[in-house]
Structure formats: C-alpha cells, structure tokens
C-alpha cells in the first residue's frame, strides 16, 4: 500500500508557498496506469495538497501526473518488480517582490527497508 506525505511551508513575507509531496509505492503500484491514477487522484485529495495554493495559478493535477509518469519510466528503466521507490514532487510558487515564479523539481529513489 502506497504511503502519502504532504509538506507545506507557508512564507508570507515572499507571499511564496513551498512545498514537498511524496508517495512511497511499490513498482508494481507505480508502473500500472490505474494505479499511479489512484495514487494521483489520492494526492490531489489530501488534505494538505491545495493549502497555500491557488488553484486557477498551479496546475497541480498536471505536476503530480507528470512527476508519478516519470517517475514509472524511471522505475522501469532501473529498478523492477519488487522494489519500493519514494516519489518526490518539490514545488515553489508565490509572487515575491510582484514576480510570479513557480519552480517544481521531482526525484525517484529506491527504499531500502
């Protein structure tokens, strides 16, 4: 069963929101398309998901799929069945000094019990 964390730092001063997403799921979990659905859907639901963004200026539901898709190509390219891989999705947006940014970097890794 997939594991589901959601961090979010609110920095008001920046009017800049950061925040970190990350499942934990197993290779099959990852790589079957209605699955990583499910697993996309399940963090798009979290409680914590949207708090601090603004949904008409992320497109958070694209990020999330984008990064769970990436990260199955890169499962199958080095990892196989079996293994436990830990997605996560870092993503910074705001307005600082009245300049939109929004920056999302992503990274696989294989968990070793």
Known sequence: MAMINVHTHLMPSLQSVAKEFSVSATYEELC?????????L??????????????????????????????????????????????????LTGTPHGDRIEYASSRSEIVMD
Request: aromatic content about 4%; cysteine-free; glycine content about 10%.
């Open 32 to 40: 079957d398309a209605g699955s990583r659905e499910q697993l996309a």
């Open 42 to 91: 399940t963090l798009l639901n979290d409680q914590g998901a949207w708090n601090g963004l603004d949904p008409e200026q992320v497109a958070l539901g694209h990020l999330i799929r984008a990064t769970l898709a990436d990260a199955a190509t890169a499962a199958r390219k080095a990892f196989g069945p079996g293994a436990r891989i830990r997605v996560v999705l870092e993503l």
